[in-house]
Structure formats: structure tokens, C-alpha cells
């Protein structure tokens, strides 16, 4: 059986601040405030948005990151909207090259990038987070190990960009898109992955491992739960946690 997709994890050098931004730019809630975690997530139990975690970390900023989210717009009035309120609660916008395009591109207050989209038909059933999107030497190749990663389907592919989305046809949309830029030093965003209880963690790693991933070391990774850290065939690091142990009960 496949791992899932748990959360998008951002390191921070003030998560409470920064977690704050982004639940009220979403609309979502705080659902764990402490100080090595601070996580956001939607208000409603049963959908399918992924979580954000907040981690603290010394690391500062290098460079473009290589994972941002794209947010969705119902209409061109409510990115409007959107684009002002994320300035009103500290975002700016930047330029990172993208020229004349409908979308806005912003950094919240920590200088992670993301994207106000305008609408588009797509995404018109994912929910505040339209797309988690990662640069990509190979999107094809990426989009098929994240594939095996989270147990979501690939969508469409191509050289340019390939997307994944959940078997169910709802919530966000994880998208590859091809970059000629290197990775260099560690991503400030990555993925958290976590197994299924009836699961054997040590299959599941090596199942990752046939698909292309590479261990590199054990940790905690966030919430007192044990995790193990690879990096996916592009080095992207990510968390593959097992399920806390309130989730075992029934």
C-alpha cells in the first residue's frame, strides 16, 4: 500500500509569525501552537487540503525555492481581493523573471514565493490551495516518483510539466514544472510523507527506495513523531513519518 501526502513543511525563522499569515490568508486555523511546531490547516475535517506545517530552523533564505503554492481565485475580482490581502498582512510582490502573466506572483513575510492565480476551470473544485508546485529538471520523471510517493495518480505529463492529483478527483493539485536551475543547499519547503498503520514501515522505505529515493537520516521531523529523511531522485528532501499513535486507535 502507498504512504500519503501529509503536509507541505516550511522552515522558518518565526513560525508562529509566519504560520499566522498564512491561516489568514487562507482561512484556515491554527490547529497546533507550540514551539518547535506550528501547524495550519482548513477548517473542515473531511476535506482533502493538505496541512502547512511551520518548523523553526537558523537556516536563512538562499535563492528562488525550488516547492511554492499556487493559490486559486474564483474570479478576477477575488484575486484582486486575494492579492490586497496578502499584501495588507505583509506579503510583497516580486519579480522572479515571470514577464506579463495573469497570475501574481508574491513572497509572504518570510520570502517564500507563492502565486495568486487567476481563475482557471482546473482548479475550481481545490480549495484555497490550488497547486503545491516543485521546479524540475524532469517533470515526467519526478511527477512518476511522486506518484509512487503519495499514491496519486499522474494526470497529465509532458516536458514542460506533468500533475498529479489525488484518485478522488478533489483538493489541491501537486505539480512539477521544468526549471534548468540546479538545486543548491537544502529546500526551505519540502513534503512530509506518512504510512499507513497496517503498513511495514521498512517495505515502505525500500519501496521508496526502488522508485529512486535515498535515506539520509532518521529525526524526529516535527510533532514527537519518528521520521526518516530522503531525498526523492532530484534531492528534494522529504519526511516519512509513521502515524502518531492516537491515529492506531479505533
Not at 511495514?200 to 535515506?215: Q, Y
Amino acid at each position: 500500500m502507498s504512504t500519503r501526502l501529509a503536509c507541505v513543511v516550511f522552515d522558518a525563522d518565526r513560525p508562529r509569525f509566519v504560520a499566522g499569515f498564512w491561516a489568514e490568508l487562507l482561512g484556515w486555523a491554527v490547529t497546533v501552537d507550540r514551539p518547535d511546531e506550528v501547524d495550519v490547516a482548513a477548517h473542515d475535517p473531511d476535506g482533502l487540503e493538505i496541512a502547512l506545517t511551520f518548523l523553526p530552523t537558523a537556516q536563512p533564505k538562499n535563492g528562488k525555492n525550488r516547492i511554492h503554492l499556487d493559490l486559486a481565485t474564483r474570479s478576477l475580482d477575488h484575486q484582486r481581493v486575494q492579492v490586497d490581502r496578502a499584501l495588507s498582512l505583509g506579503a510583497r510582490r516580486i519579480d522572479i523573471g515571470q514577464g506579463a502573466v495573469p497570475w501574481v506572483v508574491l513572497a509572504d513575510p518570510e520570502g517564500n514565493e507563492f502565486c495568486v492565480l487567476e481563475p482557471r476551470e482546473q482548479y475550481v473544485d481545490t480549495g484555497a490551495v490550488a497547486a503545491i508546485v516543485i521546479d524540475t529538471r524532469d517533470p515526467v520523471r519526478l511527477a512518476e516518483f511522486w506518484s509512487t510517493a503519495s499514491g496519486w495518480p499522474v494526470t497529465y505529463g509532458g516536458a514542460q510539466i506533468a500533475g498529479l492529483r489525488s484518485a478522488t478527483g478533489v483538493g489541491s493539485w501537486l505539480e512539477f514544472v521544468r526549471t534548468p536551475d540546479e538545486k543548491c543547499g537544502r529546500n526551505r519547503l519540502h513534503l512530509d510523507l506518512t504510512s499507513f498503520p497496517a503498513d511495514d514501515p521498512a517495505k515502505e522505505v525500500a519501496r521508496l527506495r526502488a522508485a529512486g529515493a535515498t535515506p539520509l537520516s532518521t529525526g524526529g521531523g516535527g510533532g514527537g513523531a519518528p521520521g526518516l529523511i530522503l531525498a526523492d531522485p532530484e534531492t528534494n528532501e522529504f519526511c516519512l513519518h509513521r502515524p502518531a499513535p492516537d491515529s492506531l486507535i479505533a
